[in-house]
Structures are given as structure tokens and as C-alpha cells.
């Protein structure tokens, strides 16, 4: 028992400096997964993914070293990596939403905002084409504080996502207390939708409180063509999951992009000769 705990501390350390190495090496990468308009199925929007690619244990899920960096302060370092390079790649398409995830850690440092307008004004992406996604588990500290920081990113333009929408706690108050512009609901609830009745009924719920605010709803995580029809019918806007794309790497978010421009013209070009 305690040699199994004492290995886990051991391993625990090893990875905190692996990570801090590889985030000087430049050794984290970002993909990006699509979000799509629930009418006509074209990107919207795109989440920005961390990963990492251990050199010798390979690939380290997010759900592993994104709370090691939590712990360790390295989150803030993370974040901004992940908000450069996701917003130089962003410049490359036009017309979509840039989404981009922030650790509570990173959102409580006083220099966040002041972070986000250097990095939008360095890499020159339009601030009306970020969105920030925060979780639910994150503002507990000082609600009007955290609104404030909200206000002034707002005030620049970006818009604020609450991530994982239903999985943690103290939601409605969150709603009622801080101006976010969309709602994302979590993918527990998406992939219940099949077997549970209650998971329906809160899907339901949600949409309704969302769209009363005027908020914009999302889902994620859906996989099977019940789930889209479900939530299609449920009145959300956007979807997002592996059934559309898994995140893929840049060079392919423009060939897809690129690819549905097409479609686009040729649907307008159809119609105009029909
Ligand atoms: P999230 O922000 O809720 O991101 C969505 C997660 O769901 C991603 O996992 C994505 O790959 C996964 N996903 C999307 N569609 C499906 C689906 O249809 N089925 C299933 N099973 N999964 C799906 P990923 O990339 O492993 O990230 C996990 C979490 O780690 C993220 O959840 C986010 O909270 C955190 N994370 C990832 N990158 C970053 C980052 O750059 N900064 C911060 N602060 N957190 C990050
Ligand atoms: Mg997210
Ligand atoms: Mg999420």
C-alpha cells in the first residue's frame, strides 16, 4: 500500500518535470475539433486540444497532465502556449470561431486579460473571433471578480463559453451571476441520451435555459446519429463530436475548411443556375 502510493508520488514528479522540459522543448502540440452549425452542418467553430507526446511513455491525455499543471503552476505557461499558437493558426480561417479552453488557475491570474489582448494583437486574430471556454468548477473564489475580468474580455470583443455545463457544481448560479455568451453541454448527458430517460429530460432543461437567456447551446461529445437527431430536435445550435471529426491537426482544419468552401460555392452556384 504504501509502496504503491510512494511509486505514484515518484511518477507523479517524474511527469511534472517531463512536462515543464517538454513545454520549454516546444514538445506540446494543439489540434483542433471542429464544431458544426446544427442547420447546415458547416463548421462554426473549432475547440483548440492540447496533447502531448511523451518521448518515451508516448501519447499523455489531457485528463492526466492538465491537472499536473494545475497543481504545479505550469498551467499558466500551458495556457498561453496553447492561446498563441492556436490563435496564429485561427488567422488561416476566416469566418470560424476560435475555441479555446481555460484552467481556472489561468483565468485567476490578475494578468489574464492583459495576456489575452498581447497574444490577440501579436498574432493579429479579430478578438469578435475568440472564444474562451471556462469550467464550471472555476470562479467559486470571488464571483464579482471573476465578472469584472469577464466584462472587460467581452468589452474586447471575445466571447465566454461555460465549458462541461451540468458536470460540476453551483451552475444556475453561475447563470444567473456571470454574463457568459454560450453553454456547452457536457458529454455525460449526451452519451446517456439513449438509455436514460432522465439524461433527456435534463438535455431538455438545459436547451430551455440556455435559449430563455439567449444564450447559444452547444453539445459535445456525440457519436451516433440518435444522439445528433436527439439534440437536433432539442433545439440545440451546434454540435460537436466524434461522429462529425476527431481533433486533427491544422493543415487538416484548412483542408476541411477549404473542401466545405467549395460545397458552398457550388451549392450557391447550383441555386443561381436552377
Ligand atoms: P473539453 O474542453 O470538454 O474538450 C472536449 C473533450 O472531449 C476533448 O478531449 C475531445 O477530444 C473529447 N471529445 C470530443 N468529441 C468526443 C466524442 O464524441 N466522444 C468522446 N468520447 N470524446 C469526445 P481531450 O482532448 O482529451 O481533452 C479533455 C479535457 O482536457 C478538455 O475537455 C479540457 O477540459 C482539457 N483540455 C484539453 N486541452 C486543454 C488546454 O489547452 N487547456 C486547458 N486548460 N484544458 C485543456
Ligand atoms: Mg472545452
Ligand atoms: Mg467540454
Redesign the pocket.
Known sequence: MFNAKHRETREREQLTKDLRRALKAGDLR??Y?PILDAKREQTVAI?????WRHMTRGDI???VF?PI??ETGL?AA??EF??RR?CGDARNWPNVILS????PQ?FETERFPKVVREILTETGLEPTRLEL?L?ENLLIADLELACGKMRSLQELGVRLAL??FGAGHSSLNYLLSLPFDKL?I??IF??KIETGAASAAIIHAIVGIGRALGMHVTA????TAEQEQFLRIAGVHSF????FC??IEAAEISKRLAAEDGACKREVRLALAG
Do not use: H
Open positions: 494543439v489540434v475539433q475547440e483548440a486540444l492540447c496533447r491525455p489531457p485528463a492538465i499543471a494545475e498551467i500551458l495556457g496553447v492561446l492556436a479555446v479552453n481555460v484552467s489561468q471556454e469550467t465549458d462541461d456547452k457536457d458529454r449526451v452519451s459535445e461529445g456525440i457519436e460537436q463530436g466524434f461522429r476527431r481533433p
